[in-house]
């Protein structure tokens, strides 16, 4: 995930290790931490597969500045355009970047990612039905509350996700009725 976080936020332009961890921290450090024992190995290896082009600063032996060359983009922009996933956010990774798709492609992306919430919703709602009935059987219901609360904490979180998807949706689809 490290190399794809470069790779787009040097879309942005050339940037030094610090300026990269910096923007990495200020723009999606809520759900993406990144440190420099894991940044600089990523850049050398970026560098070595030829996606990135990396220059020492005139001003200093020491500062390199990487450059996004077209192979390192055309790789981000594969990996952005392959469908999302809810493993450690990387829909919130993906999706900070969807500026970079064409319009018809990020809506159809979305679209799919909404389907699988909804799959995933139908599921949990089929477990919270069972677990209700079981827990209805039980002397102490209450000493699986623990249990039952992150349940419904995954249905209302896969519910909130869902809802946030369809207004980003919508807000595709309006933006081109906008500009017609």
């Known amino acids: ?69 077209p192979e390192g983009r055309d790789r981000f922009l594969a990996w952005l355009s392959e469908p999302l996933s809810r493993a450690r956010n990387d829909h919130m990774i993906k999706i900070f970047f969807y500026d970079y798709l064409e ?34 059987a039980l002397e102490d219901p209450q000493q699986y509350a623990c249990r039952v609360s992150v349940l419904t904490y995954g249905i209302r979180l896969l519910d909130m996700v869902e809802n946030w998807i369809h207004e980003l949706e919508q807000e595709n689809r309006d933006e081109g009725e906008k500009k017609r």
């Open 1 to 69: 995930m490290m190399d794809e976080v470069v790779l787009g936020i040097l879309m942005e332009g050339p940037q030094t290790g610090y300026e990269i961890k910096r923007t990495i921290d200020l723009s999606i450090g809520f759900f993406y931490t990144a440190s420099f024992g894991s940044l600089y190995p990523a850049l050398r290896r970026l560098s070595g597969q030829g996606l990135l082009a990396m220059n020492e600063a005139g001003d200093s032996k020491n500062k390199k500045i990487y450059t996004l060359l």
């Open 103 to 136: 319009k018809e492609q990020r809506l159809l992306r979305l679209a799919a990612f909404r389907g699988q919430l909804k799959a995933e919703q139908g599921k949990l709602g089929a477990v919270k039905d069972i677990v209700n009935r079981e827990t209805e």
